[in-house]
Every structure is written in C-alpha cells, then in structure tokens.
C-alpha cells in the first residue's frame, strides 16, 4: 500500500519569492513514480512535475523543481520567482505498478497563497 | 482540442435519482480512470480501465458502475444517489498504465 502525507494545509509566499512545499510518502515497491499537482479555483488538475523513482537527478520544470530523497521517502516542491498564478491547492502523488496497477494516491493538498 | 473531456460538468439532482457522467479522451490512451475529490479535497481512486477491462475498483459501492464502450470513452453511472455523493468526479487517461495521468475538468455533483 502507499500513502502520501502533506504536513502542510496551507503555505504563502510573496510575489517573486522562493516557497518550498513538503511531501512523504511510503511504498513497498521499488518502481514507482512521484507527482506534483496543482488545482487552482477553476478546479483543473494540472500537472505540475514528475520524478522517476530509478532516476537520482531531480526534475525540473522551468520555475518548479524537486527535491527527492529516496532513502528518507521526501518529496518536496520548490517554486522559485513565484507568480500570483501560482496560487492554488498542490497535491502531491504517487503511483507504482504491482497490485496499484498504476493508481495515483494523493496527499492531503497544501493551498498556496500568493501575496502581491 | 480538449483532451480529456467530461459532461456534465454540473449535476443537481435529487436522492435516489439515477445519474451518469460521461467521459471522453483524444489523447490516444490505454487507460482511464475515475477519481472521486471529497468536500475537503481528499482525492481518490475508484476506478481503473485499461484497454477496457477493469482494473481497479476500489471498495465503491455498488451503485456505482463504470463503463467502457471504448478504449476514449469511460462512463459512470450512479443509482440511487446519496447525500453522501455530493462530490466533485474526476476522470483521467493515461497512455499506460504507470503513465502520467491526464485530468479531465471534473463534475461537481450535489445531491438534494
């Protein structure tokens, strides 16, 4: 079974600052992948980042980059030069192969307010 | 251009009605699945389909029942609705099976 926690419900930060947003999750399987997703007021899912588990280099989407140590199970988001855009709930995921069969357990969220 | 697309996106009805809520994808996939977001925007898993077999139903009550008439089209019907199903349904594709999922707008459903 996996599961994913976010310790944070709420963080904020202001415009143009760096934020760092925690997640940590446990899982019994070797192969397994990690997500950031964000859900601004419209209710969208979009996807923000992905990690492969088997990769050691952490990925980075243009202001959005992680930081994932596997041997402590974190998985944090940072966002540098934040935008007012950037307000929105995050949530952060899983998901393995094995009896998951590939479903997305999510954490708690954490809302993120952008201040001007 | 939508790639995953769901209708309706808003649903009132009553208790004890009979609803579905239709889902599409474009993109291809092998995989769709439906998530189900709680009043206090806890995710989760209800069902899976791949190539349009089930995969995953995650202790759904029975009244829930999906379909998959194709590999772009996964439904899901719900009888006799509940209080307690007021939520927002969420349904995704990915291309497999430990693919980045694609969301689509999500139905906010309110039972009366």
């Known amino acids: 079974a996996q599961t994913v926690t976010q310790s944070q419900p709420e963080m904020s930060v202001q415009e143009a600052e760096t934020v760092t947003l925690s997640c940590t999750y446990d899982t019994s399987e070797s192969d397994y992948y990690l997500f950031w997703y964000k859900q601004p007021p419209s209710r969208q899912m979009i996807l923000v980042i992905r990690?492969?588990?088997?990769?050691?280099q952490n990925a980075t989407e243009n202001r959005f980059s992680v930081n994932f140590q596997k041997a402590a199970k974190s998985f944090s988001l940072k966002i540098s030069d934040s935008q007012l855009g950037d307000a929105a709930m995050y949530f952060c995921?899983?998901?393995?192969?094995?009896?998951?069969?590939?479903?997305?357990?999510f954490g708690q969220g954490t809302i993120l307010t952008v201040h001007p | 251009d939508t790639a995953v697309s769901q209708t309706p996106k808003y649903l009132v009805t009553q208790m004890g009605n009979d609803k579905s809520i239709k889902c599409e994808q474009n993109l291809g996939h092998d995989t769709m699945y439906w998530y189900k977001q709680d009043s206090k925007k806890f995710l989760k898993i209800m069902f899976s389909y791949n190539n349009k077999e089930l995969i995953i139903n995650e202790t759904v009550p029975n009244r829930f029942s999906p379909k998959s008439p194709d590999k772009a089209h996964l439904n899901l019907h719900i009888n006799s609705l509940e209080l307690g199903d007021s939520a927002v349904y969420f349904c995704a594709s990915s291309q497999t099976l430990l693919g980045t999922q694609y969301f689509g707008p999500g139905t906010r459903l309110l039972v009366l």
């Open positions: 990690q492969e588990a088997y990769k050691q």
């Open positions: 995921a899983s998901s393995s192969g094995g009896t998951s069969y590939g479903k997305l357990t």
